[in-house]
């Protein structure tokens, strides 16, 4: 399976963007989708999932109310619509699909898509 980020750009601060990643390959029922970022400079972090099945939504505290994830199984893809955007929001954001369960720790995501690039002015 393959996964590929988009609608990254560069916006000002207040605006929104809406972020897809699609997957082509198998099915990925059953499977969790992760959105992480890393900026420049700082560790990568887990901000959002997605189950499987119940399409139950987790925030990481830093989008909390202001990121909303969704999932549309039969189109492939994820979407995180980043609202009010601040200029830490900048960085490099990256979609990941995790058998099971969801959870913001990286290293249990099996497959990782190329990022999409955020930049937001003051």
């Known amino acids: 399976v393959q996964l590929q980020a988009s609608g990254g750009g560069t916006v000002r601060s207040g605006e929104s963007l809406v972020l897809s990643c699609e997957w082509t390959?198998?099915?990925?029922?059953?499977?969790?989708i992760g959105w992480f970022r890393r900026a420049l400079g700082h560790e990568r972090e887990g901000i959002a999932c997605?189950?499987?099945?119940?399409?139950?939504?987790f925030y990481g505290d830093s989008v909390k109310g202001r990121f909303t994830i969704s999932r549309d199984d039969a189109a492939k893809t994820v979407y995180l619509r980043v609202s009010t955007l601040k200029s830490e929001d900048t960085a490099g954001y990256y979609c990941?699909?995790?058998?099971?369960?969801?959870?913001?720790?990286?290293?249990?995501?099996?497959?990782w898509g190329q990022g999409t690039l955020v930049t937001v002015s003051s």
């Open positions: 997605v189950s499987s099945g119940d399409k139950r939504a």
């Open positions: 990941a699909a995790v058998p099971g369960r969801c959870t913001l720790v990286a290293d249990a995501y099996t497959y």
């Open positions: 390959g198998f099915n990925l029922n059953g499977y969790a």
